[in-house]
């Protein structure tokens, strides 16, 4: 296949997959005439920024900025209609205060996989990122209703990606990419607290980078004199082109033998002080203040400094981490292995044909015959094999950096196919870890979707390791590359029922609750 081909192709695949993702994030996004999980909180709080009532929120504002915004252009739709309440205060339908929120998640994807390219220039590890993050059931279902945690992610991840194209680009580009990062950054933060860790996970690559650049020649120069036969990828990493020169053994993909310039990744280390200190440190912190300005004028009891401070009481006072505080709160370390979901949304019916009941308690277990489930629950194949693909790098990397240094490289016998690149693991290690890690030392009551912005880079890690498995000439590998992607695919399939609150049948509904916990 010419590269031209291989281009069409890959532009056609990544479009099929953001149909599919913004297919899944209409279809019956009314269905639920009511206000489901923190809807009772955002879509009433964006409804108070329309009508300038004043009010106290425990985030920052932005992402109810954006929900107010949708509810705003709806009045103007000819669509979507049909249903109306008044829970958010005034006459609203549920299209109204969820049809943003679907629009832009159906973007994740897009934005996992401009990463994902500008970490490699492979093709297909950016389309196996971006398939594995549509087929995902946490990201679907808090993109579907009034809630804000995606947009976390949405401008960490555009951050991020801006910041790689700004590395990759001209002098004049470059500028422009790293402004556009900051303020993603500062947007991330404006959304909640925790889209810090985005920016966190940057600074950590830039360190590690950075330090490791001063050690380059001398890595070179043992490298060069004990004729490394393993970790030769190494040349794609941090380090000079040298490093590039010296390869060997690595199957370059060919979008990479064909570009002459160095892989952004690779010059993250070459950022300055002063311009990580004024683009990615200033930058988001003015982003971030011009953001809680029109907050503040509506609501001028508090000032910024203060409304912090009550927002940090305001956490402080949620309690502990237990189900005694709220039946779904899940420990950091319950997150990765998917032990205790949310279920946004639960109510029993008599039958298809009867309207959903939307408020009140449910009906009796005897009663209904049709269970109506949304369920704040990941991929569970996904989720595990993505935990395990983190796990599998971070133990390569330990590998690489400890043990190989101190054994004499002829001693081993590893398959150059097998190696990790060092510098795309770093990088999805390190701000897994960001995201993931900072929730160990937090006391108050936390919940699943929590670790939707570290979970993004194990689908990336995973995407990662089943190209590899791919491109390998061992059949085995290659196979299981294969099992792995059918599996997450038929996964996604399997529980889409409770992630869209399509009908169920008792049966059906607790062939899908593998656990009780998941309950």
């Not at 650049?213 to 070179?220: V, Y």
Request: glycine share 6%; with cysteine; charged share 10%.
């Amino acid at each position: 296949m010419t590269k031209k081909q291989s281009s069409s192709w890959f532009k056609i695949a990544i479009f099929l997959v953001f149909l599919l993702s913004m297919a899944l994030r209409f279809w019956g996004l009314g269905r639920f005439n009511t206000l489901v999980f923190d809807e009772v909180y955002y879509a009433k709080f964006a409804q108070n920024y329309l009508t300038q009532t004043p009010f106290f929120d425990g985030h920052p504002p932005l992402g109810k900025y954006i929900i107010a915004i949708g509810m705003w252009l709806s009045s103007y739709f000819p669509f979507g209609q049909d249903t109306v309440n008044i829970l958010t205060g005034v006459a609203r339908t549920p299209w109204s205060y969820r049809w943003i929120n679907a629009l832009f998640g159906a973007f994740i994807p897009l934005i996992i996989a401009g990463i994902a390219y500008q970490l490699s220039y492979r093709r297909s590890f950016a389309f196996l990122a971006a398939l594995f993050a549509a087929c995902d059931g946490i990201f679907l279902v808090e993109s579907r209703y009034a809630l804000i945690n995606q947009y976390i992610v949405i401008f960490g991840l555009l951050a991020q990606w801006l910041l790689l194209l700004a590395l990759g680009n001209t002098k004049k580009r470059h500028k422009f990419y790293l402004i556009l990062s900051g303020v993603s950054f500062g947007a991330a933060i404006a959304t909640k607290w925790n889209g810090l860790f985005f920016l966190i996970g940057v600074y950590l690559n830039w360190i590690f980078a950075w330090v490791k650049q001063h050690f380059a020649a001398k890595d070179i120069a043992i490298g060069q004199r004990k004729n490394l036969e393993i970790g030769s990828d190494y040349s794609i990493t941090y380090s000079t082109t040298e490093l590039i020169k010296s390869t060997s053994t690595l199957t370059v993909p060919q979008e990479i033998r064909e570009k002459p310039l160095l892989l952004p990744l690779q010059k993250i280390g070459q950022l300055k002080i002063f311009t990580v200190g004024f683009y990615l440190g200033i930058i988001p912190l003015i982003t971030y203040g011009l953001i809680w300005i029109p907050h503040l004028l509506q609501n001028p009891k508090y000032g910024l400094i203060s409304v912090h401070q009550q927002i940090l009481s305001f956490h402080n006072r949620l309690g502990g981490n237990s189900s005694s505080v709220h039946p779904y709160c899940a420990a950091w370390y319950k997150w990765p292995l998917l032990t205790r979901p949310i279920a946004y949304f639960y109510q029993r019916a008599l039958n298809v044909n009867e309207p959903v009941p939307n408020i009140g308690p449910p009906l009796p277990a005897n009663t209904g015959k049709v269970i109506y489930d949304v369920h704040a629950m990941g991929n569970p194949f996904l989720w595990w094999f993505s935990f395990a693909a983190i796990v599998l790098l971070i133990f390569a990397l330990f590998i690489r950096q400890i043990v190989i240094p101190s054994i004499e490289q002829k001693r081993l016998s590893f398959n150059s196919s097998f190696s990790i690149d060092t510098g795309i693991a770093l990088y999805l290690v390190l701000n897994y870890a960001a995201n993931l890690l900072p929730w160990v030392k937090v006391n108050r009551c936390v919940f699943i979707y929590h670790y939707m912005t570290a979970v993004v880079f194990a689908f990336m890690a995973l995407a990662w390791l089943i190209d590899k498995c791919l491109r390998s000439y061992h059949v085995e590998l290659c196979a299981f590359g294969v099992a792995v992607t059918f599996l997450i695919i038929i996964a996604f399939i399997f529980w889409m029922p409770i992630y869209l609150g399509l009908p169920l049948s008792a049966d059906a509904y607790k062939l899908r609750m593998w656990f009780g916990s998941w309950i």
